[in-house]
């Protein structure tokens, strides 16, 4: 344990100091501590109930959403969400949350966990309970394909924790072997399909015989309710189920299915409740079902859970609407070297009302600096969907803007609706300024800056075209 | 009509290469993609074919594909002999290796019709920038992998790598080709990226007049990333 306090200690300090810098200290003090202990995670205290929340996309909204529910039910919640979400992050939060004679001052962790570092965290980290929003492709150079991510979770996968997982995702809710489950899921709607139009969709074989499977309804990529014909194999019935969703009235219904665990606890666990719908787009109703089913679970009163959502919105710097003398203008990020992420936004583009043009700037920063930046993730994302008649213009900027020209004309977008250039501010030059045609600028997590320049750009071209004033009105949405 | 066989498209389809094929599709007016999956009888068993294509899969993938394969190992053999054009993408290559050794030394039999094994690292992702050659052409791309193949291909390999490994970090020697088999590590997709190499693979399956979609903006593109991977201060890793 000399080690440990060693750690502990000039973890402390490392804090600290940074923090007299003026300083996050979200992830240096953890890495200190591991570097000092290696198996630091596993000796320092911890709260007695930890909530793990990992998964390829939508993480960081239903950690937030939980930590947020359970600081208004008076719980002294400890969270990684300001800091990183491997090891060393966590191992900063721990830090964060003792005393000098490693006692927890916490009652109940919420862990954002990145999917990659379960190896290194689930031996000393056993969660509670663990929420896996979904499973796709992501980085390819990081992640591979998501049977890589789905065996290396699995590996290291406590037996104790209780797995909260997405029914209508084929590859999660095949998590843990003898681990108990819940599900969440939502009710089949009527935009689904029988066939998935992306290019991407990673579970077309029944894993236990490899037959076709077939579905009863496909959302998006492999997310939806399939069986296969062959063996009887079907996807897991959801504990709970969005019902019903309401666009007008901002309401969905979740329903409590009546399996034995509900009927034990008492009948009226088995009803169905309306919440807030916190953001109008299919993923973050995912989020809004996986998190009602954890607080569910957690034991906390439906009507406490309903005034929760009551208060919430999903906004931020993912998306940023205004309007600017009457053009509205729409900054969305779509996380690049990840088609999943880009090909819902661009899902979510063209089935918005309405002629757009659009700035695409998804390079990525780094590897334009020092190296040429892996490509083939083009060619797994659905650039078709941008070929659409409501999208009149396809304006992209950046360092590899001719490989996205190129990948855009082999979707079929005819050439007379692309632009590209390699500065990205001049991308804003070739706008129409139409009021009849919304604006969006797509664009990388890391480019957000250039994105925000660009955007004032678009902002100054509008207003030394009008010279009106501007009225700015945030208004919340996206498509994640 | 030039006929293209697609292997077990339901699982080997990683890493954007179906595009190969979507992009000879837009490239080539009288052709014909033929889909196969794993319930189906390979097309090539009974019947000509022009090109059979595999593109990456899965580790799990790989054991399902080899199972499949086994039975026709020798007709394969016999095509290869006869000149059969392959293109086998990925980790694709190595189901026609002699096997696959997971880190625990355990092995998966491969078909055996190559000289070549791979040893996988799962927990070690490669990746690397590619610049290499075949014949005069230059060949740009990417690798982005879990396994390398070891064994001599110094008489047999695809591309000769300029920048970047070969099938493994050691060597100098990408792919292998056995006749008109070809098999890489490559990942581009490599005839989007690579217009010249796709006008000698077209060649090669006995077409003439060549124009390939959207040819300017495809030789733009190469032109633009073969400076940046000719030039010593990009970082390959």
């Known amino acids: 344990m000399i080690k440990f306090y060693i750690a502990l200690y000039t973890a402390k300090i490392v804090r600290t100091m940074l923090k007299i810098l003026g300083r996050k200290a979200t992830f240096f003090p953890g890495r200190v501590a591991i570097t000092i202990c290696k198996d630091f995670l596993g000796k320092i205290d911890k709260p007695k109930q930890i909530i793990g929340v990992t998964g390829t996309n939508g993480k960081t909204t239903v950690c937030n959403l939980i930590i947020d529910a359970l600081n208004k039910n008076n719980y002294k919640v400890l969270d990684n969400r300001l800091g990183s979400n491997i090891d060393a992050g966590i191992a900063a939060a721990f830090i964060s949350g003792v005393n000098i004679r490693n006692k927890t001052k916490y009652e109940i962790a919420v862990l954002e966990i990145d999917e990659r570092s379960s190896p290194k965290v689930f031996p000393y980290v056993k969660p509670t309970y663990l929420v896996c929003t979904n499973l796709f492709r992501d980085s390819i150079r990081r992640n591979a394909h998501p049977e890589f991510i789905l065996n290396i979770i699995n590996k290291n996968l406590p037996v104790e924790t209780k797995l909260i997982l997405n029914a209508d995702d084929l590859i999660s809710s095949s998590l843990g072997t003898t681990n108990e489950k819940t599900y969440f899921a939502i009710d089949k709607l009527d935009t689904d399909k029988t066939e998935s139009d992306n290019i991407i969709n990673d579970v077309r074989i029944c894993p236990k015989c490899h037959a076709k499977l077939k579905y009863n309804y496909v959302r998006y990529h492999h997310i939806g309710n399939a069986y296969c014909p062959n063996c009887g194999f079907k996807s897991p019935k959801p504990d709970y189920a969005v019902t019903k969703i309401d666009f007008e009235k901002n309401k969905i219904a979740?329903?409590?299915?009546?399996?034995?665990?509900?009927?034990?606890?008492?009948?009226?666990?088995?009803?169905?409740?309306?919440?807030?719908?916190?953001?109008?787009?299919?993923?973050?109703?995912?989020?809004?079902?996986?998190?009602?089913?954890?607080?569910?679970?957690?034991?906390?009163?439906?009507?406490?859970?309903?005034?929760?959502?009551?208060?919430?919105?999903?906004?931020?710097?993912?998306?940023?609407?205004?309007?600017?003398?009457?053009?509205?203008?729409?900054?969305?990020?779509?996380?690049?070297?990840?088609?999943?992420?880009?090909?819902?936004?661009?899902?979510?583009?063209?089935?918005?009302?309405?002629?757009?043009?659009?700035?695409?700037?998804?390079?990525?920063?780094?590897?334009?600096?020092?190296?040429?930046?892996?490509?083939?993730?083009?060619?797994?994302?659905?650039?078709?969907?941008?070929?659409?008649?409501?999208?009149?213009?396809?304006?992209?900027?950046?360092?590899?803007?001719?490989?996205?020209?190129?990948?855009?004309?082999?979707?079929?977008?005819?050439?007379?609706?692309?632009?590209?250039?390699e500065e990205p501010k001049e991308t804003a030059n070739y706008l129409s300024l139409d009021k009849e045609k919304d604006i969006y600028i797509l664009f990388e997590l890391y480019d957000e800056q250039i994105a925000n320049d660009v955007r004032a750009e678009v902002k100054n071209r509008i207003q030394n075209s009008t010279k009106d004033k501007t009225e700015e009105q945030q208004i919340s949405g996206g498509a994640n | 009509m030039l006929k293209i066989e697609v292997l077990f498209p339901e699982i080997c389809n990683l890493f954007g290469n179906m595009y190969n094929i979507k992009y000879l599709e837009k490239s080539v007016q009288d052709i014909e993609i033929i889909y196969t999956s794993l319930t189906d009888t390979p097309k090539f068993v009974d019947e000509k074919v022009d090109m059979i294509y595999m593109a990456p899969m899965t580790e799990n993938s790989q054991e399902l594909v080899i199972e499949k394969l086994k039975p026709y190992t020798d007709k394969i053999k016999e095509l290869i002999e006869q000149n059969q054009l392959f293109l086998?993408?990925?980790?694709?290559?190595?189901?026609?290796?002699?096997?696959?050794?997971?880190?625990?030394?355990?092995?998966?039999?491969?078909?055996?019709?190559?000289?070549?094994?791979?040893?996988?690292?799962?927990?070690?992702?490669?990746?690397?920038?590619?610049?290499?050659?075949?014949?005069?052409?230059?060949?740009?791309?990417?690798?982005?992998?879990?396994?390398?193949?070891?064994?001599?291909?110094?008489?047999?390999?695809?591309?000769?790598?300029?920048?970047?490994?070969?099938?493994?970090?050691?060597?100098?020697?990408?792919?292998?080709?056995?006749?008109?088999?070809?098999?890489?590590?490559?990942?581009?997709?490599?005839?989007?990226?690579?217009?010249?190499?796709?006008?000698?693979?077209?060649?090669?399956?006995?077409?003439?007049?060549?124009?390939?979609?959207?040819?300017?903006?495809?030789?733009?593109?190469?032109?633009?990333?073969?400076?940046?991977?000719?030039?010593?201060?990009?970082?390959?890793?």
């Open chain 1, 254 to 421: 979740v329903k409590r299915n009546g399996n034995e665990k509900f009927a034990q606890k008492g009948a009226s666990l088995m009803g169905e409740k309306e919440y807030k719908l916190i953001s109008n787009s299919i993923f973050n109703i995912y989020n809004e079902a996986a998190v009602i089913a954890l607080l569910c679970e957690l034991g906390m009163e439906e009507e406490n859970i309903q005034k929760v959502f009551d208060e919430e919105n999903i906004v931020g710097s993912r998306y940023k609407e205004e309007k600017v003398n009457g053009i509205k203008i729409v900054s969305h990020m779509a996380k690049g070297q990840n088609p999943i992420a880009c090909s819902c936004v661009f899902d979510y583009i063209r089935s918005e009302k309405g002629k757009k043009e659009i700035i695409l700037l998804l390079f990525d920063l780094f590897d334009a600096k020092e190296s040429s930046e892996n490509i083939t993730w083009l060619y797994d994302c659905d650039f078709e969907f941008l070929n659409s008649n409501d999208i009149d213009k396809i304006i992209i900027g950046g360092p590899r803007a001719q490989d996205f020209y190129l990948r855009l004309l082999i979707a079929g977008v005819p050439k007379e609706k692309l632009v590209f250039t």
């Open chain 2, 88 to 237: 086998v993408i990925g980790n694709a290559l190595e189901i026609f290796g002699k096997y696959i050794e997971n880190e625990d030394g355990s092995r998966i039999e491969g078909l055996g019709i190559t000289n070549l094994y791979a040893k996988r690292d799962m927990m070690h992702r490669y990746n690397s920038l590619f610049l290499g050659k075949i014949e005069d052409i230059k060949i740009v791309g990417f690798k982005s992998q879990f396994a390398m193949s070891y064994g001599d291909n110094s008489s047999n390999y695809l591309f000769d790598a300029l920048k970047g490994p070969g099938i493994n970090e050691e060597s100098k020697f990408e792919g292998v080709r056995i006749n008109n088999f070809m098999g890489t590590y490559v990942l581009g997709p490599i005839l989007v990226l690579n217009p010249d190499f796709t006008k000698y693979f077209l060649k090669l399956m006995g077409i003439k007049d060549i124009n390939l979609a959207y040819e300017e903006e495809a030789v733009s593109c190469y032109k633009i990333r073969l400076k940046e991977f000719e030039n010593p201060e990009t970082n390959y890793d």
